[in-house]
């Protein structure tokens, strides 16, 4: 048996597994299939489908539900998983390591709004990027 056949996953199983991580995305965003069909223009039905692994988005798509999700595309590609604090800090001198705590501190004690519309779902979407200095 071809070695790339042996870990190769059918298209079916593929749009399954993407699915499940893009309503994984919106739940844990407290997002409808409403609220995020309306953010990208389309049919409720189309997200439903999206999530049950019926159908598959395209990559613009794809793009904009990551960004209204507030995650990354290979996250509901591929499963990666943004790095957790503790991850970040490792390596980090005490000061560093301190202050990565304190950001996440704030960050968790920060009440995070529920977008009521399309346009706060958009704004509200942003995902952690790097900026250079």
């Known amino acids: 048996m071809n070695i790339l056949a ?10 399954q597994l ?7 995305a919106r739940t844990q965003r407290k997002l409808t299939q409403l609220q995020v ?13 999206w999530e049950r692994g019926k159908s598959a988005p395209s990559v613009m798509q794809l793009l904009h539900l990551a960004r209204c999700c507030g995650t990354r595309p290979e996250t509901i590609i591929e499963g990666l998983v943004e790095p957790t604090w503790e991850q970040l800090a490792h ?14 501190k704030l960050l968790r004690e920060r009440p995070t709004p529920v977008p009521s519309g399309p346009e706060e779902v958009m704004s509200a979407a942003t995902p952690m990027t790097s900026h250079s200095g």
């Open 18 to 24: 993407m699915g499940e991580r893009m309503r994984r």
């Open 6 to 15: 042996a870990v190769a996953l059918s298209d079916e199983r593929m749009r």
């Open 91 to 104: 390596g980090l001198d005490g000061q560093a390591r301190a202050a990565i705590y304190d950001l996440a």
């Open 37 to 49: 069909a309306h953010a990208l223009e389309i049919d409720k039905g189309q997200i439903s489908r």
